[in-house]
């Protein structure tokens, strides 16, 4: 198992964030529906964000990153809210603790 780092650092705007959360839904989620990958967004008040995205392999994390990068915008998006990633790191997973313990 692998896990990918997605780092949006802070502070972002209300409209950032807004921006941000409409692409993951409405271009993101669609681009990923082909990948047997689980994400999980974690945001701070100050709309900074790690978006940690778990698959199999490492090369399932590359080729979803490869289409999530490949999608254009939506004809309703604003570049200038959607500066990209401050940082992407992989990582293998070492060790998973069962649920409930």
Do not use: C, W
Not at 60 to 71: H, M, W, Y
């Amino acid at each position: 198992m692998h896990a990918q780092l997605t780092f949006f650092d802070g502070p972002r705007s209300p409209a950032e964030i807004a921006a941000a959360d409409y692409a993951g839904r409405n271009r993101i989620q669609p681009a990923l529906a082909g990948f047997d990958v689980r994400t999980y967004v974690l945001r701070r008040d100050d709309g900074s964000a790690v978006i940690i995205t778990f698959a199999e392999d490492e090369q399932t994390l590359l080729d979803a990153q490869k289409a999530v990068l490949g999608t254009a915008l939506l004809p309703d998006e604003d570049p200038a809210l959607l500066p990209g990633a401050d940082r992407v790191e992989i990582y293998p997973v070492v060790r998973v603790t069962p649920e409930g313990a």
